[in-house]
């Protein structure tokens, strides 16, 4: 309701903009974070699957 006299466009800009541009870049960032956790550190994969080089050696 902040700026509802003034007309939509007067209650978005700027700072519905600016939130939005900052959710963007929260969104691109953790999405990177967990892409990285993902396939870089093999975060939540299967044990099954070895990484790519990597010897498994099987403990007794």
């Known amino acids: 309701m902040i700026r509802w006299q003034t007309g939509m466009a ?8 600016v939130l939005s541009a900052i ?3 929260i969104l691109l ?5 967990g892409g990285s956790l993902v ?3 093999r975060i939540g994969m299967h044990p ?3 990484a790519e ?3 498994d050696v099987k403990s007794r």
């Open 29 to 33: 960032f953790t999405g990177c974070k």
């Open 39 to 41: 396939y870089h550190h």
């Open 48 to 50: 099954e699957a070895p």
């Open 23 to 25: 959710v963007v870049v």
């Open 53 to 55: 080089g990597h010897v």
């Open 10 to 17: 007067e209650g978005i800009l700027p700072w519905g903009l």
